[in-house]
């Protein structure tokens, strides 16, 4: 009797069987389509698993530092304790080297998160930024009406805060991910014209000295030390959660200072030497003096380590270092840009976020 062929209603024939073909053939082939169709099952559940996002987890502090606990955190994962410093100015760092983000609190820091910042062709700026807007509930115009709930605006070009898929590296198209519960933590505990430092520097903010705007020791013999300057403390009555914010331009050879958002004093100064883009912020102010963490923003990153006498490079009148020095709380920032002050925005063009209701200048 002749063996049986494929597609022989004898035989069985299958929706594999092709008739005139041997049996054993046509099962070969098909245990051959049932085991690519399990590989491909395999690579999809791969895939899957590869690209969704870690789940967003608090993870508790178990007596650890916070700034050592942002160390350890694995991607989706966050510490929130701000009861250790319950109230006082706030300030934001974001470092985009450890995909990692820092709030500080009257200077102590009370919360850390991973992040997925802009991926290559679409980097997150470096600089010092400040709270533009806060729209809890938001949607892109540019990136097909995707939700970036708990907005907080940092450019008027689109860079901001906001919740979204942290995938475990750089993924965005310049704005900052965070994890979604963190993201309305956060939003709860900011206000407009909170400052936000973004970094690059592959080091967490380290001890430092202040900056020389920050004593209040006179400088004997500088040049610039009885020059006129401006200081208007009544235009922003100090409170409790004032944010007091210096920024010296070593370009226009001047130092602005603002006090929730609002220019209340300026004075020349003189830079010596090579100025790097820094931020100090003051981190604590008791019996021993002022303790300052500082944060280079741009740049290579050489470290963060301040120098003997680097507060030395910086001239101005004494008496507005005595004003400037009696009106820092701790949380407040001194930055240092080589740039003029009227050079436009910080950090580059990057439109991400389109918003009708940018001021029309």
Same mark, same amino acid.
């Given at each position: 009797?002749?063996?049986?062929?494929?597609?022989?209603?004898?035989?069985?024939?299958?929706?594999?069987?092709?008739?005139?073909?041997?049996?054993?053939?046509? =099962? #070969?082939?098909? %245990?051959?389509?049932?085991?690519?169709?399990?590989?491909?099952?395999?690579?999809?559940?791969?895939a899957?698993?590869?690209?969704?996002?870690?789940?967003?987890?608090?993870?508790?502090?178990?007596? =650890?530092?916070?700034?050592?606990?942002?160390t350890?955190?694995?991607?989706?994962?966050?510490?929130? *304790?701000?009861?250790?410093?319950? &109230?006082?100015?706030?300030?934001? /760092?974001? @470092?985009?080297?450890?995909?990692?983000?820092?709030?500080?609190?009257?200077?102590?820091?009370?919360?850390?998160?991973?992040?997925?910042?802009?991926?290559?062709?679409?980097?997150?700026?470096?600089? /010092?930024?400040?709270?533009?807007?806060?729209?809890?509930?938001?949607?892109?115009?540019?990136?097909? @009406? *995707?939700p970036?709930? @708990?907005?907080?605006?940092?450019?008027w070009?689109?860079?901001?805060?906001? &919740?979204? @898929?942290?995938?475990? +590296?750089?993924?965005?198209?310049?704005?900052? #991910?965070?994890?979604?519960?963190?993201?309305?933590?956060?939003?709860? *505990?900011?206000?407009?014209?909170?400052?936000?430092?973004?970094?690059?520097?592959?080091?967490?903010?380290?001890?430092?000295?202040?900056?020389?705007? *920050?004593?209040?020791?006179?400088? &004997?013999?500088?040049?610039?030390?009885?020059a006129? +300057?401006?200081?208007?403390?009544?235009?922003?009555?100090?409170?409790?959660?004032?944010?007091?914010?210096?920024?010296?331009?070593a370009?226009?050879?001047?130092?602005?200072?603002? #006090?929730?958002?609002?220019?209340? $004093?300026?004075?020349?100064? #003189? /830079?010596?030497?090579?100025?790097?883009?820094?931020?100090?912020?003051? =981190?604590?102010?008791?019996?021993?003096?002022?303790?300052?963490?500082?944060?280079?923003?741009?740049?290579?990153?050489?470290?963060?380590? &301040?120098?003997?006498g680097? $507060?030395?490079?910086?001239?101005?009148p004494?008496?507005? =270092? +005595?004003?400037?020095?009696?009106?820092?709380?701790?949380?407040?920032?001194?930055?240092?840009?080589?740039?003029?002050?009227?050079?436009?925005s910080?950090?580059?063009?990057?439109?991400v976020?389109?918003?009708?209701?940018?001021?029309s %200048?």
């Amino acid at each position: 009797m002749p063996a049986a062929v494929c597609g022989d209603r004898a035989s069985g024939g299958s929706k594999f069987s092709h008739p005139g073909k041997p049996e054993w053939l046509c =099962r #070969r082939k098909a %245990n051959k389509h049932e085991r690519m169709r399990h590989i491909r099952l395999a690579l999809a559940a791969i895939a899957i698993i590869l690209t969704t996002p870690a789940p967003a987890q608090q993870v508790e502090l178990g007596g =650890r530092p916070v700034l050592q606990a942002a160390t350890q955190l694995k991607n989706g994962q966050y510490v929130w *304790a701000p009861e250790l410093s319950p &109230a006082g100015p706030a300030l934001f /760092v974001v @470092n985009l080297e450890t995909q990692r983000a820092v709030l500080f609190r009257n200077g102590v820091p009370i919360a850390a998160t991973t992040i997925s910042s802009g991926k290559a062709g679409n980097e997150t700026p470096t600089g /010092v930024f400040t709270i533009l807007q806060k729209n809890k509930e938001h949607y892109s115009k540019t990136y097909n @009406n *995707a939700p970036m709930p @708990n907005m907080q605006r940092l450019t008027w070009s689109g860079i901001a805060l906001h &919740a979204g @898929n942290l995938p475990g +590296y750089p993924a965005s198209h310049g704005c900052i #991910r965070l994890p979604t519960k963190f993201s309305s933590l956060l939003f709860g *505990a900011t206000q407009l014209g909170m400052t936000v430092v973004i970094t690059s520097i592959p080091a967490v903010p380290s001890g430092s000295e202040a900056p020389a705007l *920050a004593t209040m020791a006179p400088a &004997a013999g500088v040049p610039l030390s009885s020059a006129p +300057y401006e200081w208007h403390p009544e235009r922003a009555p100090m409170h409790e959660d004032s944010m007091v914010s210096v920024v010296i331009s070593a370009a226009d050879g001047k130092a602005v200072v603002f #006090r929730n958002g609002i220019e209340i $004093g300026s004075a020349p100064v #003189r /830079v010596t030497g090579e100025t790097t883009p820094m931020a100090y912020v003051l =981190r604590a102010w008791d019996s021993t003096g002022q303790h300052w963490l500082k944060l280079q923003f741009a740049g290579e990153g050489q470290g963060m380590e &301040a120098a003997p006498g680097e $507060g030395k490079r910086f001239e101005t009148p004494v008496k507005f =270092r +005595y004003d400037v020095g009696a009106a820092l709380r701790p949380g407040s920032v001194v930055i240092v840009t080589p740039s003029s002050l009227s050079s436009g925005s910080t950090g580059r063009s990057q439109m991400v976020i389109e918003d009708d209701d940018a001021p029309s %200048n």
